[in-house]
């Protein structure tokens, strides 16, 4: 049973580009999250969708931040225009309600 | 807002003692707790969820307790081997049914 799928593992980018996140959720789970990791500020939801929907983004950090499910078995965390500060790992997980949440292995990104 | 305190940031303890690690949590009631666990380089693997009706639950030789008047959960792992070495992230519903909130994590080392 293939887990959630993200790519790339790692991205290094320079300041200013544009860098997109990928994720596949398991199949049959609605619900898909995007977290962002850092050591500092540890494990936060960035924003979440239910049935493709998106239902809580107040953890987006900013305007330059968007993400996108077009459908049920793919979403895309944008960011543009990257800045250093976005260096993290950014986690996407999928659940059934009220279930617990599977991760993939994350996206490990540097912005330079 | 919800604030999660892990007790500490680091526990060492020798092989074949009990790891207990705690969560602490204010300004909040979750109808649920969940226990992840976390290596390098991984996304964090679900564990055990707890519900507010209940004050234990067991798997193999993992235990939580929840003590909502406390607001406190408890997770010890008996008969601690080195494999047991990872950070192990608590985590509490939000408001919405299933997103996250997540504590800071407990990296754990079980000393041979």
């Known amino acids: 049973d293939a887990g959630v799928i993200q790519s790339p593992r790692h991205e290094v980018t320079e300041m200013g580009q544009e860098v997109t996140l990928r994720c596949k959720p398991i199949?049959?789970?609605?619900?898909l999250f995007w977290y962002r990791q850092t050591m500092m500020r540890g494990l936060e939801l960035l924003i979440y969708?239910?049935?493709?929907?998106?239902?809580?983004d107040s953890g987006m950090p900013e305007d330059r931040f968007s993400a996108k499910m077009p459908n049920a078995s793919f979403s895309t965390l944008k960011i543009q225009p990257s800045e250093p500060r976005d260096s993290a790992v950014y986690f996407c997980a999928s659940s059934r309600f009220e279930q617990p949440q599977h991760f993939g292995d994350g996206t490990r990104l540097s912005i330079l | 807002s919800q604030k999660i305190e892990q007790n500490s940031e680091a526990l060492n303890i020798q092989e074949g003692k009990t790891a207990t690690l705690t969560c602490n949590y204010t300004?909040?009631?979750?109808?649920?707790l969940q226990w992840y666990r976390q290596d390098p380089g991984r996304g964090p693997v679900f564990l055990l969820l707890i519900r507010e009706n209940e004050k234990e639950k067991r798997k193999e030789r993992l235990k939580v307790t929840f003590d909502t008047t406390l607001k406190q959960s408890l997770f010890h792992i008996t008969a601690s081997q080195p494999a047991d070495s990872a950070t192990y992230l608590c985590?509490?519903?939000?408001?919405?049914?299933?997103?996250?909130?997540f504590g800071t994590g407990t990296r754990l080392t079980v000393i041979p």
């Open positions: 199949s049959g789970h609605d619900y």
């Open positions: 985590a509490l519903v939000g408001g919405g049914a299933n997103n996250l909130f």
């Open positions: 300004n909040y009631s979750p109808a649920y």
């Open positions: 969708f239910n049935n493709n929907v998106p239902i809580d």
